[in-house]
Structure formats: structure tokens, C-alpha cells
């Protein structure tokens, strides 16, 4: 009890034009850590991940997701979520561990909006670099490029997203946290899910196309380093889609800004702690602008056409 | 699953020597907001917390705590976590709703440190002022006082450290984040535990006498908000323990201050992000100096002396 | 010796549509301190401003600047600034002490732009609530609204620039800071000037419409009081031009934003220190765009176009 | 007019006891960058700053002040300062050119509280490395150890202080802005005075034994700069004597540390501007402590003890 279960977003695997290209980027622009590498495909985490992994770039020549995999907390939980999701009528799929580096059994399946989402239980922890006996706050990693935490959520584009909701509120144990409505009042145009404390884990926004990336969260630990984030996105002339700026959504401060590749990621910081007995937030359609940009107070031109 | 049972800390009885005093101090100083009263007590929630209350105060002629409550995600997991309390063979009392102001049945037990640990799954949501609907990201409550976001946890005192932790890890699903050793390497001076994402949700520190309280943590949204408590402290006369500084520990940051009876609080800001799939952090006797005040590396002389 | 003569920029009248609504939105949105009125115009002062206003609105049915005016050190050297300015062939105007509230004899004179400039010596200092003796790092009045400390400087948009410079700096005791060029190379587009060791004091745009006002910017103490106002004008259905974002030029961060009657307003902070011994900094016109919003990297559509 | 004569404290030689050790820590600790080196000197300047050097250390097997040097706007005002001080009776000595590294001659002399004190018009420009053409607002240099801004000002320890405050008011054309009076509420135990709109440039404490240096001054961007720097220092094991924490006077957050010569220095944030027709704020001997630590509203003891 407390947590157990789905504990975290644990990886993501995203698609990318040229690989090496990707790895400069990642490495020294975001600044994650890259902790290996395989035929086709480079891996990276969170300076603060203890993980081996939490972002995995695939060379595939053009941009998108592949699959966004969460951590569960034991292999019993895994084998019980793998038979829930077939009771619940879910096609599943085993991948062997040792498919993705240093990581166990995974548990695919495609959820109703088109994305491949895995479940798993191990993954090697290879530490933030301080040791587990009296660390320092803090090290040197924590200062290489924008430096994210950790990978911390996705949004995603696909249809029937109150099927997606339903599937990981009743069989992975997530809860609504926000919601904006469409002009009906009744339909949502978007959904933030949370497994944890966190104001969302994931959140899913209603589109006609399936299975599409609008962008992976990492996580800052202040506004000032969301400043030092657009600054150094500058410096590299990486293209800026919004912000700095907060969220109404989550309150989170935020920048959006496109990879090499095009693959939208944010910077991120903040947002409340929810709880699984939270009422949910709702914001109506004539709101919708602050919901996403709560300073601009409207969206921009790319928000709902620009995804990967 | 993800999360259920034991959510978090929810309610904190502590003993004040003056009310009407107290109440002028948690109310404009430390900026919480009240909430209600009864024959001899006051009820007060940080602004954005949506439960009716969180720290209760109880008019009694001398400082210290009353008792400690947890919130759980519904009324049968109350159920279920009393008889596996019972079966663990903890005496538990049922105290019943409406004992609290706006709160359900509370399951009450003593522990081995000498406290008095309540569980209960029902209290009234209040809201924090912004409603459900569209909410601004803030509002004027925020800047009442210090005007803490919500009580966070709190740091006990008492024996048998031990056996607290293995009440709260078996039976309440709660794991350890971090630990301090005593000289013999071996014996826990203090741990620290979580049922959630939080760095700690209540922490014990080993000590002869039984039941005490070290601080009550309220938790603020950045370190500019811990200066502007520092200042605010001193316009007020508040007597400082210590800060503003890190906690090694958490890597929090803190002040530790008095109220005006002399119980201990915290206005506290940070700390990373913890799993129930963590390797717990080990600070060993010659670094307990930083484990506690990272910049001082040394205990004030009141930390291990002066409780309530 | 050290600093003498020209002071600060110490008060601007700006012209509003509507006096009530204005003092309404100066006081509790923007948060300056109204400190009096007379016929048709309202006075007001950051908190920490000590002189007895440094904005005058005045009822005036449209938008727009009436003078912008320059504390100097004495009434000799009031007198000698005059002097110079006859000398240097500048036609001055003496409007006598009082015509202002609380405000000695003013120098005024047209500048090459077609703003009114003004030099004055004497203002009552009123204080910033807190007192000369043992006064507390700030106060209530500092959470008034958005709350800057003190109007900062202006933007102003006009024609003959470099006669501007010229005068600022050959007989005002000015220097240039920082500069952005046209695409010819040579011919500024726009100018940063400073008397002191704040990185501008006024700045102007090269526009063929002389006498214009692009912005008042008011100063703000950090990035997170950034995103405090930006948050306060969004609760405040304030329209918001640009940010919070970064200036390439003076490194400051910043929102523009419009007040009721249109006129643009900056909240600003940081920005580095600079002295007149310093080697200005000099912007391409290729690098227009950063050298404005460091962040978005272009000029927003209504940077050059929207000033009253 | 405007800034002329005295602009900024511009150099500080010291004395420590290994210079080896002093360049390590002055380089990767403080993180100042090394400018050069001569015969028993090694030259250090904020990553920030332009001229050539602020901070001289000389190896002199022991710890103190050798001299604190001011920058002069030009030539002419340093021989009409020279000229200024010897009317005033002060005997002054010209040191040439080259003494010491990339700096003009150098007017120096004696003041009643034992200090050797400066003027010099000239040191050579490098730059911040980011160049004077689009440059960015910071760079990598910003990020090595603390990386202060700049050299900001010094707390010199001496008899007399009232004859300092009248050399530097009367003939260098400082102001003072802030006082604590002694028991006698007459006698200043300490002075700050300025020469710009910084708070201080200079600052004074009365003290029998002549010619001491309290602290050296450099400084920084923000009170989250301020908590990174006491991170840094406690993960180098840097003697720290105070802080985080805010003065009373000035209202700059600080901390205060020590060289491994036990030099202090204090690594500085923030305070309000002032400039010369400023009201002086007094601080009574009853308010002393949170005059200089506000949140403890104490001395600690070794602020008046332990000077160099």
C-alpha cells in the first residue's frame, strides 16, 4: 500500500533524423547523461535518475515516439497489472529483458489514442554520481547543459482519450487531475493523469491522428533555472516554441522548445502536489487559452499542429 | 494501486500555552488560515491545502503533541489497514467522526517511540479559495504571513526508532529515504520515511524520553519564499533555531523557528523526489554535522536537546 | 566628484483616458503608492521610492508622455545644468517650484526626439514607510499589487537620435551602454544611456514620429518577482506585449505590458552594473532579435509599430 | 557630471599565507579566473568584470589587506584627486605604472584608520570573454566554483573611522548611507559609504588595532546564486562564519567565509540602490544584531573579534 504499482514514467523512446547529431544535442544542450549505447540507439537519463535510463534515441530518420515505458514497483505487481490489463480486454506483449539495456521484462500494449505503453519493473541503478553515503546536494552533473532532474512526464496526441483515462484510472491505478472541456462543455479537449504526488504523470490531448508525440517534460528545480534553460536554448539556437511562462494547468513553469529532430520537449518546474482524493480541476473552453500559457492567455499557433 | 492507503500526513493536534495567543501567531505570522474552533481548540490549513484543517491547537498550559494523523485513500482501506494493524498486534482505538471538526472516524494507536499515530480516510474539502473551475495559480491567501502551501511532516522523538520504522514499512506501506547513523555505525540515530514521492513524510529521531515532537514542517514553494519567512520571522521577533540553510538530509531547504509556546515548526522548501524502489541514503556519525545543517556541518546544540 | 548631477530619472507625467480607472490599476495592480492629487492629475511612487512621486498621471483622454524628468544633486548644480544647456544652445523653460506637488523649480527642454525633458533638484522625501532608524528590509506596501521598488527608466521613440546622445552625454553626463544598428552598419536603431551604474537610465528608438513613448519601466527585485507581476497582470486580465522573457540587451528580465489607456509599461530586473568607463556593446542588425527578447530571438510585431 | 572621479573599488592585494593553495581555491572554489601572475603575485578578476584585476593575492606567510585601490574616471581626475588630497593634508605617493600588473600609476595613501588606499585611472580592458558584439548574458566562466560578478566592496577595521568618512565624503566625494551608532548613541561603531548607487563601496567598523580587513566583498546574481555558493563552500570544506543569511544594513543577502589564509570574505546579494541626497539610516546599539544579521538578530562572535 502507500505506493505500489505504477510508480513512474521510466522511459521513453523517442525517434530522431540523425543520431549523432541527437547525442551532441542531449548531451550538452539538455545536458542528460548518456549511460550507453547500442546498434541503433543512444541512452540517456536525468542527472538525478538513478536508473540507468530514461531516454532512449532511436536513429529512424524521421521524428516521433516509440513507446513511453513506467516503472512498476515488482515483479509481482507486473505479472498482476500484466494479467489486469487482459482482463480488461488489452492485447499484451512481453519483451525480453535485456532488449533495452540494463532493463527487465517489459509489458507492451497499445493503448486507444495509438501509443505503445510498456510497463516493467527493473532497471539497473547506476546512481546520480554522489554515492548513497552522506552526498553532497548536488555535483557537477547537475550543471552540464540544461541539466533536467529527471524525465518527468509526456504529453500525447491520439483519439478516444476517455478510453485511455478509463484504462489507466481502473486497471493502472492513475486519477484525473485536470481536464479542459471542448466547446460542448461535456467532451475534454485534454486530460492530466498522475500516479503519484506529481500534478501529472501523463496527459493526453484529444486529435483526429493517432499514436502522436506533443512533447517529453523534463524537470528544473526552480524558475531561475527555468531563466538559465532558455538562456542556454538561445546560446544554442534551439528553437524556442513558448515560454518561459506557467502553465494554468498544473501551475508548472515551462518552456517548450524542438530537438534536432523537431521532437518537442519542456523544461519544466513546479506544479502542486496532488493527491489520488483530489476533485479533479476542470477549465472551461472560453479558458483555454490561460489553462495552457497562463500569461500569454492564449495558445499559440503550434500547440495544436505542431506534434511528432 | 499507485497510490492508495496511507496518503500522507493530514492532521497534527499540538498543545499551545496561551490560545488566543497562538492563534494571533498561526494566523498572521505564520500565515495559515483558520478554519474553525471548538470548546478548546483552534483549527487552521495551510492556503492551499482543500482539507478543513491540518494543525490543530489545543489550549493546554504547556506545549508539546497531541497526536499525528494520516489520511488514507478511503474508508475501506481505514478498515483494512485497523485489523492489520490489530493483527500486527497494535492496540488501535476508534475515536469517533466529529471528535475533529469536518473530520471522519479516526483509527488512533500508540507507537513504540511513545506517540499517538491516527489514521482516518474522511474530511471535509474546503477548497483553497481558487474553486475547481479555471483557478488562478494563486491568491491572496499566498501571501498572508509566511503563508506555508500545507503541513508537511514532522520530525518525532522518542525510543525504539526501530520499531516504528517496521510498524510504518510493513503494515503502512511506508519506506525508508534516509537514515543517520549513531558511532557504532550500525544503531539509527534518525530515519526518515515516506508513503509518497516526498522526501519524508515523517522522520524519528532516537531519544530516552518517549512521545515528544521536534518540529512540525510546513512546506513553502522556493528559496526566495524561505527568505521572505526569515525576514518575516524577524519583523515578528520570532525566536530562529536555525536557518535559512540546507538540510544535507533531503536537500531541503529550512529555518527552524519557535512558536510562542515553544513547540519547534519548520518552514521548509525542496527535497528531491523519492520512490519506494530507492536505495536509501546512509550518513554516517562523523558527517551527522552537514547530514543536518549542510552549510553549518555541525548540530546547533538545540537540535538534540530542546523538544516538546 | 563620485555622483553629482544628474542623479535618476526621479518623475514622468504620462497621460491616461481615464483618471479613476487608472488610479485604480497604478495602485492595486501595478502597486505603486499613491501619495497625492490635484486637478486633473494623480501622483504615485514605487515602495521604496523616497522621493514624493516619480509618476504623475495625468486626465488627459488619451495616451502618451507630457515630460520625463531627471533629479539632479543640487540647486548649483541645477543652476550650472542650465546654464550649459543655454550654452550649448538648447532653449529651457523654468517652471517654478509647486506647479508639481511637492517638487522644487524644473528645467524643462525640448530634446532633438521631441520629448520635454526636465532637470529638477528638489523632491520631499516622504520615505518608504519603514522609517530612518532601524528599519526592516521591506514592508507591507512591498506586496501591494505587482509592487515595484522604483520607476527605473524609459524607452521613448523619436527621430535625430544621435542629437540625443549627443546632448545626454556631452552636457548631462551620460555614456552610452549599449547600442543596435541598422543594416547599414553605422546608423543606430536604437540607444541605451546611463548616468550612474545602472545599465540604462533612459533609452531611445530611431522612429520618424518624434515625441513618442514606447515604455516606463518600473523595477522589480528578482526573477521570481517576474513572474509574480506576470502572474498578477494574467489574475488582472492586463494585456500582457511580451515575457517574461530576457532582454539581450542589459542582460535584464522583463514583461511589457499596457495599462488601461494603452501606454506600455516594462516591470524590469536585474541587468548587470556598468560604469563610464566601460566600452559600449554594440548589437547587429542581424542580431536585432535577441538583442530585444534574448529568448524568442525576433522582435514581437507590435515592438516597433505599438508606442503612444 | 553624473559618475566622474572615484567610480568603483577596483583592486584589493592581499596577503595569504601559501599562495599554491590560494590560487586553487581563489580559482576553483571562489572560481575568480587568473589573469596573470608576477614574482610573488598572482592576479585574479570576476568573471564579470573587464579590467584586468580586482584581486591580488601576494604570498607573505601570513594573512591581511596590503592595500584597497579605487578606479578614477580619467587622468585628469586623478591628478586633480591627488592634487585634492594634498590640499586636504594627506601625503600621498605616486606608484608607477607596471607595478603592478596591466595598471596605471597609482596615486596611494594612508587614512586615519591604517589602511593604505588607492586611486588609479587606468587598467587594461580584457573583457568577460563574451566580447562587446551580440555577446550572450553569461558564459561558461559563470558556472566554474562560485563565480561571483565581481570584487564589490571591503569592511575595513580601524581607529578614527570619523576622520575615514570625512577624507572619503569631503575630498573623494563618497555619502554615507548607513550608521550604527554605539551605546553612547552617539559614536559610530561602523559606516558604510558610497560612491555610486551601490549600497557601499566602503565600509568601516571601529576598531583599536589599525590598518585590519574584516572582509572582502564579491558578488552575486541572487539569493539562489547565494544558496550555490554555500553549497560549494561546504562541499570544499570552506570555513563558513556566517549565512546564508540577510544584513540588516543594505539588505544584501550574504555569507560569510574564510580563505585558507583565514582571510573573510563574504560572497554578497542584492541591496536596494542609494544615491547622494539619501537620508542616512541609523541603526541603534540596542538593534545591532539585526543590523548585521538580521535573522539572528545577533552578533556572532567572531564579527567583531576575528579580522586580518
Redesign the interface.
Known amino acids: 500500500?502507500?505506493?505500489?504499482?505504477?510508480?513512474?514514467p521510466g522511459h521513453m523512446q523517442i525517434k530522431v533524423i540523425d543520431l549523432d547529431e541527437s547525442i551532441e544535442f542531449y548531451s550538452n544542450v539538455l545536458g542528460l547523461v548518456q549511460t550507453g549505447r547500442d546498434a541503433n540507439r543512444a541512452y540517456f537519463k536525468g542527472w538525478?535518475e538513478?536508473d540507468h535510463n530514461s531516454l532512449i534515441l532511436r536513429d529512424a530518420g524521421e521524428a516521433g515516439m516509440d513507446f513511453f515505458g513506467f516503472?512498476v514497483?515488482s515483479d509481482a505487481?507486473l505479472n498482476q497489472?500484466e494479467a489486469d490489463l487482459k482482463n480488461y480486454g488489452v492485447t499484451t506483449e512481453r519483451i525480453p529483458a535485456g532488449e533495452l539495456l540494463e532493463t527487465g521484462d517489459r509489458v507492451r500494449f497499445e493503448i486507444a489514442s495509438g501509443h505503445q505503453i510498456e510497463l516493467y519493473s527493473q532497471k539497473k541503478?547506476v546512481g546520480n554520481g554522489s554515492g548513497?553515503?552522506?552526498?553532497?546536494?548536488?555535483n557537477s552533473a547537475s550543471?552540464v547543459g540544461i541539466a533536467p532532474?529527471?524525465m518527468d512526464h509526456a504529453l500525447i496526441y491520439g483519439p478516444d482519450i476517455e478510453k485511455v483515462q478509463a484504462l489507466f484510472c481502473d486497471v493502472?491505478?492513475?486519477?484525473l487531475v485536470e481536464h479542459i472541456l471542448l466547446e460542448d462543455g461535456q467532451t475534454d479537449l485534454a486530460i492530466w493523469l498522475s500516479?503519484?504526488?506529481?500534478a501529472h504523470d501523463i496527459a493526453l490531448v484529444r486529435n483526429e491522428e493517432p499514436g502522436k508525440l506533443h512533447h517529453t517534460a523534463f524537470l528544473l528545480?526552480?524558475?531561475?533555472k527555468v531563466?538559465r534553460a532558455?538562456?542556454i536554448?538561445?546560446?544554442n539556437?534551439v528553437p524556442?516554441d513558448m515560454?518561459?511562462?506557467?502553465h494554468?494547468v498544473t501551475?508548472g513553469?515551462t518552456?517548450y522548445a524542438f530537438d534536432p529532430s523537431g521532437n518537442r520537449f519542456e523544461t519544466f518546474c513546479?506544479g502542486?502536489?496532488s493527491?489520488?482524493?483530489?476533485?479533479?480541476?476542470?477549465?472551461?473552453w472560453d479558458?483555454v487559452g490561460?489553462?495552457v500559457f497562463?500569461?500569454?492567455?492564449q495558445l499559440n499557433p503550434a500547440f495544436l499542429s505542431v506534434y511528432t
Chains 1, 2, 3, 4 share one sequence.
Open positions: 500500500m502507500a505506493m505500489t504499482g505504477v510508480l513512474r538525478d538513478r516503472k514497483s505487481y497489472l541503478d548513497y553515503f552522506n552526498p553532497p546536494p548536488w550543471e532532474i529527471r493502472l491505478g492513475f486519477y500516479c503519484s504526488t506529481k528545480e526552480s524558475w531561475e531563466l532558455a538562456d536554448m538561445s546560446m539556437k524556442i515560454g518561459p511562462t506557467r494554468g501551475r513553469t518552456i513546479g502542486y502536489q493527491y489520488p482524493d483530489w476533485e479533479p480541476i476542470t477549465w472551461t479558458e490561460p489553462a497562463y500569461h500569454d492567455r
